[in-house]
């Protein structure tokens, strides 16, 4: 092993010497050279970002921004978020989703949006069947949990525990609609 060490070490130390004298400029390194590794610290995943780095989730992202939530949702929550497909959105009566996205009806989105969002991070192991939440629009959701299919309000969650710096994303089938 160590015959293994020295050899691998004395064929790097030739291939330096090497790639240095072919080189046409001086063999002495210069300042300008030398190459500084700078950690880029990564920034952090909201639960916004879940959803615009989600090809599934972009009718949730343009309703989000059309209500003006981005800014909110992306703050220090933490939030979690019951967030409906694409397919969701197309399963409500014509017209549905193009309505709420009228500026004239910002207030209706907003309230929809937010009836998906509960404060907290709440995980899928912290639900528990016939547990109650209170979302940010103050109405409430029901949990069901059976044969292991967990529900919000008969929207099934089809994937669970999306998690971002700010919270948590679980995926749902459906949209809620508050009362």
Do not use: W
Not at 4 to 9: F, G, I, P
Not at 70 to 81: A, Q, R
């Amino acid at each position: 092993m160590n015959l293994l060490r020295s050899l691998s070490l004395t064929a790097l130390c030739g291939a330096m010497f090497f790639a240095v004298s072919c080189d046409n400029k001086s063999s002495e390194v210069t300042e300008e050279e030398v190459v500084e590794v700078v950690e880029v610290e990564e920034t952090p995943t909201t639960v916004v970002d879940i959803a615009v780095g989600s090809a599934d989730h972009t009718t949730l992202v343009a309703a989000v921004s059309a209500a003006g939530l981005v800014e909110t949702l992306s703050g220090d929550g933490p939030f979690t978020v019951f967030a409906p497909t694409n397919d969701a959105f197309a399963a409500l009566p014509a017209g549905t989703v193009e309505s709420l996205l009228e500026e004239a009806n910002k207030d209706q989105l907003t309230a929809v949006l937010t009836y998906h969002v509960v404060a907290g991070n709440v995980l899928s192991g912290d639900l528990s069947d016939g547990q109650v939440v209170t979302t940010l629009n103050g109405q409430t959701l029901t949990v069901s949990i059976k044969d292991g299919k967990v529900m919000i309000n008969g929207a099934t969650v089809v994937a669970a525990d999306l998690a971002g710096s700010n919270g948590v994303v679980h995926v749902i089938d459906s949209v809620l609609l508050p009362k």
